[in-house]
């Protein structure tokens, strides 16, 4: 099993910027993808952005390309969310995901996806 662990959510105006902290434990060295998804009230989870564990490839969503950035630490072993130019509609709980059944590329979709965090607010003011 993999247990994750988020932290760095907050509250921060619209423009400004926040780091989110995945941090892992257990069965580390089986996961071969990580990500990061987002719910907003009354909406369905949505992909954000994910990363392969051993190579760096990422894929992110068109609504945060250019604004967030994610990488991870195999050492430690943590993943990062950099959040940049908020706005508003980033509002949403943030989780962290890992797969550790699916060998290829970072997928955005939540069923591919076995291990979940507990999820941190972020809460962006206009």
């Known amino acids: 099993q993999v247990q994750l662990v988020e932290s760095g959510g907050g509250l921060v105006q619209a423009g400004g910027s926040l780091r989110l902290s995945c941090s892992a434990s257990g069965r580390t060295w089986s996961t071969y993808t990580m990500g990061w998804f987002r719910q907003a009230p009354g909406k369905e989870r949505e992909f954000v952005v994910a990363i392969a564990w051993s190579g760096g490839i990422v894929l992110g969503a068109d609504s945060v390309k250019g604004r967030f950035t994610i990488s991870r630490d195999i050492a430690k072993p943590t993943v990062y969310l950099q959040m940049s130019t908020l706005k508003p509609e980033d509002t949403a709980i943030y989780y962290c995901?890992?797969?550790?059944?699916?060998?290829?590329?970072?997928?955005?979709?939540?069923?591919?996806?076995?291990?979940w965090g507990q999820g941190t607010q972020v809460t962006v003011s206009s």
């Open positions: 995901a890992a797969n550790t059944r699916y060998y290829g590329m970072p997928d955005q979709n939540p069923s591919s996806y076995d291990y």
